[in-house]
């Protein structure tokens, strides 16, 4: 039996490697992010289904119903930081177990509910907050299980959501009209439970490199304190991070100085190239590197993870990413809830305009898995890829108005779901690049940039209906999806250069504190010389011609 036990804690115990693995245990982890995928996201977009089958139970209006994904969605995006708080204190394994349970208990009450304010409760609130406990967990421990893959990885798992939208929804409806809606629900729930088992797979990482002879003398990793820490310790010299130990060097030159061998140009120049690398990878926020380098030993904070991290709002490439997602979002969901409209009063038949949303799905899901390629085979900055998709995307969101007929929103759905594949793969696991973050504070930071994007989930669908009320045309829904993604790329287009501002002014700053103490230590004042230039100098000639 204690061997059956001590087995099974060694097969889900933490994962340490001296290296990001690209591979090993996160493979079963991109399989229980491929289905986390299809049971929420993947059920939230074929929730349609029953929108005529409430309005007609509860004798609602269409705008009434609608509140219950709109609800779900702002929950599920607002409460980001209570689920990067919690995987982070707990762990991302009972945490996405728990928000499993969640999911399933809302999405069964559903089917029992009586009246549409209370799915406001069960399908909004409830599964809301489940789907947040498991989305942002497991994408984040996926993104730290690998490196060089991270992108391909995460472009197919994350196409979860559009097999769901093929396989799902067909069969949902399917099973609606043999069992009716309610008794659908109590499926959906009990097939939603299988997120439980996605969660208790999800086995943390730890990097831990080699430990060298040159390594073993200075900053040794301090020791886990505690179970939930060892769960979600990352270590500060990980290689998935890149970012080196500056203090480590500095602390090198300055035992190279003590013992009497100065660093001669060539290992100064190295330095400051480290320097400005490291700089470039990660601008942290409050503290500068001439403390590091004083206090090599000392872990910052504590060496305690923390919870949530609010002090990235200090950092203005990240204001900017996170302007970008806020603005961006109100093009992700709008498109889909009124391009079938928008097709029909453009002459189309109904039973015609869902091939119009089959097109967008088997679009977006081409773009995810080609983006993904195209990131991890070629040598693109992924953060101008995804600028260029924004912007295209905010052209295309245009053409929806323009198009008269059938074939032109075919082909523009097609560009949209395209397009739409490549930013929504990469604009979260985004976080964990050097040009916006990296993989070292996006555990704490992904839950405020998610909470930041909550309000567009919220107010994108109604804003398009009030404008669509307001003109009669379903056009106009577009066109604010438009403008909002045209904001996003602005801001977007920002994060860089603001990122290498800041590592600049840094650098500056540093350069200007440490000089004098170098010129002190380089140029050491020689007393022969000073002494024969007071012995040469012409006062002192003149008081020996006057003696």
């Not at 245990?25 to 991109?30: P, R, S, T």
């Not at 097709?343 to 097109?359: E, F, I």
Request: include cysteine.
């Amino acid at each position: 039996m204690m061997g059956l036990l001590s087995s099974m804690k060694g097969c889900m115990g933490p994962n340490v490697y001296s290296e990001v693995p690209d591979g090993g245990w996160g493979w079963v982890v991109a399989v229980a992010f491929f289905f986390v995928e299809v049971f929420t996201y993947g059920v939230i977009k074929s929730f349609g289904i029953f929108l005529q089958d409430l309005m007609a139970e509860f004798e609602e209006t269409n705008s009434r119903v609608s509140w219950v994904l709109s609800i779900c969605v702002f929950i599920m995006a607002f409460t980001a930081p209570l689920s990067t708080v919690m995987s982070n204190r707990f762990g991302y394994r009972p945490v996405v177990m728990v928000g499993g349970f969640l999911i399933s208990l809302g999405t069964i009450s559903s089917g029992f509910a009586t009246s549409i304010n209370e799915m406001y409760i069960t399908v909004g609130v409830v599964s809301g907050l489940g789907y947040c406990l498991t989305f942002l967990p497991t994408i984040t421990i996926l993104s730290q299980y690998f490196d060089r893959r991270r992108s391909i990885v995460t472009s197919i798992a994350s196409s979860g959501e559009c097999v769901a939208i093929f396989a799902l929804a067909p069969a949902f409806t399917a099973i609606k009209d043999v069992i009716g809606w309610r008794y659908c629900m109590v499926v959906i729930g009990v097939l939603q439970m299988s997120v439980i088992g996605c969660g208790a797979v999800l086995r943390p990482i730890i990097i831990k490199p080699k430990q060298t002879d040159g390594d073993s003398s200075s900053s040794p990793l301090k020791e886990p304190q505690g179970k939930y820490e060892l769960e979600n310790e990352l270590t500060i010299n990980s290689v998935d991070s890149g970012v080196q130990s500056l203090s480590g060097s500095r602390a090198n030159l300055n035992n190279g100085s003590q013992e009497g061998a100065s660093p001669d140009k060539k290992s100064l120049a190295k330095a400051e190239e480290e320097e400005q690398r490291a700089c470039l990878k990660k601008a942290e926020q409050g503290e500068g590197h001439g403390k590091a380098a004083a206090e090599p030993s000392e872990p910052k904070g504590g060496g305690a993870p923390k919870l949530l991290d609010f002090s990235v709002l200090r950092d203005g490439g990240f204001v900017c990413y996170s302007l970008f997602g806020l603005f961006a979002t109100l093009g992700f969901f709008a498109p889909q809830l009124y391009v079938m409209e928008l097709g029909v009063s453009r002459g189309m038949s109904r039973d015609a305009a869902p091939a119009l949303l089959s097109t967008m799905a088997a679009a977006e899901i081409a773009g995810r898995l080609s983006v993904g390629w195209l990131l991890t085979r070629l040598p693109l900055r992924k953060l101008n890829v995804l600028l260029l998709c924004t912007a295209l995307l905010a052209g295309v969101l245009v053409a929806f108005t323009l198009v008269p007929d059938f074939w032109g929103l075919a082909a523009c759905c097609a560009l949209y779901g395209y397009l739409l594949g490549t930013v929504c793969s990469t604009h979260i696991p985004m976080l964990a690049e050097d040009d916006v973050l990296g993989i070292q504070r996006m555990p704490s930071a992904v839950g405020v940039y998610v909470c930041i994007q909550s309000f567009s989930g919220l107010a994108g669908p109604p804003l398009g209906g009030v404008l669509v009320d307001k003109t009669g045309n379903y056009g106009s829904a577009f066109y604010s999806c438009a403008v909002g993604m045209g904001l996003g790329a602005l801001f977007l287009g920002l994060v860089r250069p603001l990122k290498l501002g800041l590592c600049r002014g840094r650098r500056k700053g540093q350069s200007a504190e440490s000089s004098p103490s170098r010129s002190s230590t380089d140029n050491p004042v020689d007393f022969l010389d000073v002494d024969l230039a007071v012995e040469g100098s012409p006062a002192k000639s003149n008081d020996q011609s006057v003696a």
